[in-house]
Nanobody, 123 residues
């Protein structure tokens, strides 16, 4: 399974970005999907997850109320709408396909990873 993340860029604090992640196979439509991020010198951390249908989601506390994960299984694509961005949101963002149909925040729960897209938020 190949994943292609896009939509990253440079934005001022308070701005918005929408990340997209296209998967290469319809199989991913039966799996949960998630977004993680990794800032320089830090561990990769969980951001958001969606179950296979997109009706159950979970978020890291640091992004709750600002970020929204959604998916379009007909397009084999998952999205991350990021609003009210802060400088501390600066990181490389990765999408991933879960081993399970539900949501999980554990890195070990994901089997396929995209290449990442850079998000930089200036103050």
């Amino acid at each position: 399974v190949q994943l292609q993340a896009s939509g990253g860029g440079l934005v001022q604090a308070g701005g918005s970005l929408r990340l997209s992640c296209a998967t290469s196979r319809r199989t991913a439509s039966n799996n949960g999907m998630g977004w993680f991020r990794q800032a320089p010198g830090k561990e990769r951390e969980f951001v958001a997850a969606s179950n296979w249908r997109g009706v159950s989601t979970s978020y890291a506390d640091s992004v709750k109320g600002r970020f929204t994960i959604s998916r379009d299984n007909a397009k084999n694509t998952v999205y991350l709408q990021m609003n009210s961005l802060k400088p501390e949101d600066t990181a490389v963002y990765y999408c991933a396909v879960s081993r399970y149909s539900g949501t999980t925040s554990a890195r070990e729960g994901y089997q396929y990873w995209g290449q990442g897209t850079q998000v930089t938020v200036s103050s």
